[in-house]
């Protein structure tokens, strides 16, 4: 594998001791063992709809980025969490199905928000059955048009 990626969906509805002990630890212990085999695989965790369980994570984790869902804002990403290394998402889902320059400016904005640290673009949860094609294409083409 090039990269792995650890999901835990229901990591936001966890909150505090209950958020470390079984989104937080888990995730730092997979993630240990992976990197005892495997010292050079980059690693993604996600904790989904996790708010400001997003802030720390990576490093507490040991994770090389954190994917971050459409639950907080790009902006808020880059103030809380991006100072701490990588960061992955966040666009809506939605936008792939719905298209147009909503989807053009939201992608942008993402972008713009996030260009002053490492960032890998990405939706903020899974594309959906009903998303169409031509939209993920003009994403694609906005996301490079923005980073030149």
């Not at 809380?80 to 992608?107: F, I, P, W, Y």
Request: hydrophobic fraction near 40%; charge should be negative; glycine fraction near 8%.
């Amino acid at each position: 594998a090039e990269v792995v990626k650890i999901f835990d969906s229901w990591a936001g509805s966890l909150k505090g001791d209950a958020f470390t002990k079984y989104a937080l630890e888990p995730t730092k212990r997979i993630i240990s063992a992976l990197k005892a085999k495997h010292p050079d695989l980059p690693i993604i965790a996600f904790p989904r709809e996790a708010g400001d369980g997003y802030i720390g994570f990576a490093k507490a984790t040991g994770a090389d980025c954190v994917a971050i869902d459409n639950s907080v804002s790009a902006e808020w990403v880059a103030q809380n969490v991006q100072r701490d290394g990588c960061v992955q998402g966040n666009l809506k889902s939605s936008h792939m199905v719905t298209g147009g320059q909503a989807l053009v400016d939201e992608t942008r904005a993402i972008v713009r928000a996030l260009s002053n640290g490492p960032h890998i673009f990405n939706l903020g949860h899974g594309i959906t059955p009903d998303a169409d094609p031509e939209n993920v294409q003009l994403m694609i083409d906005t996301v490079r048009e923005s980073r030149d």
